[in-house]
């Protein structure tokens, strides 16, 4: 029986380092931060900022990508590569709003009143192309990528209302089956083996 309880407690305390490993990797490459908190922290390298797109504020201009061959070149084979673009936008939170210069691959949830998860970094006030350092709400935030809303919490709650009662029903199975050991030992006594 102590089996029992000891092996389920190395499978709670595995679960439990999973679980604090996730946590960490979710608060360091996956949470999004809205503007508000963003430029209150002035976090440095790349982060993930989620808010709206400011109605009106969307300005979309395509890049070029095909450059000039030099004569007697074959074409290249083409790749399925999505076209370039170039946008700027605000993107606004609770209080507060960003511009955003977005420069990377088109995409359909680029639209105005839609809210989306932008990848990229802060440009430091006094930059080239920054805003003013009087306009703290207007600071330009350079994205190279827009990535899906995240609904972790959904995700999370899910997996945790499948795997707790069926952790709970493998527990108590294997309890009430260590108990019927116990029970069939101590009722069947030694027996000395019968001379022939």
Not at 102 to 123: F, I, M, Q, S
Not at 150 to 177: D, H, Q, S
Request: glycine fraction near 6%.
């Amino acid at each position: 029986m102590k089996g029992c309880y000891l092996r389920w407690a190395g499978i709670i305390s595995v679960a439990l380092v999973l679980a604090w490993l996730a946590a960490q990797h979710y608060d360091r490459e996956v949470r999004a931060v809205t503007p508000e908190q963003l430029l209150v922290a002035r976090s440095e390298g790349t982060v993930r900022v989620i808010g709206m797109v400011q109605a009106g504020s969307l300005t979309i201009v395509p890049q070029e990508t095909s450059a000039a061959m030099p004569p007697n070149t074959p074409p290249p084979t083409p790749t399925p590569t999505p076209p370039m673009i170039l946008a700027e936008f605000e993107l606004a939170g609770q209080q507060a709003h960003l511009l955003v210069h977005y420069d990377g691959p088109a995409d359909d949830n680029l639209r105005e009143l839609k809210t989306l998860v932008v990848v990229g970094h802060l440009t430091p006030a006094g930059a080239p192309g920054s805003a003013s350092s009087n306009e703290l709400d207007k600071q330009r935030f350079d994205a190279h990528a827009l990535d899906l809303l995240p609904n972790y919490g959904f995700i999370t709650a899910a997996y945790l209302l499948a795997l707790v009662p069926l952790a709970l029903f493998l527990f108590g199975m294997e309890r009430r089956v260590a108990i019927l050991y116990t029970v069939i030992k101590e009722t069947t006594a030694y027996q000395p083996e019968a001379e022939r």
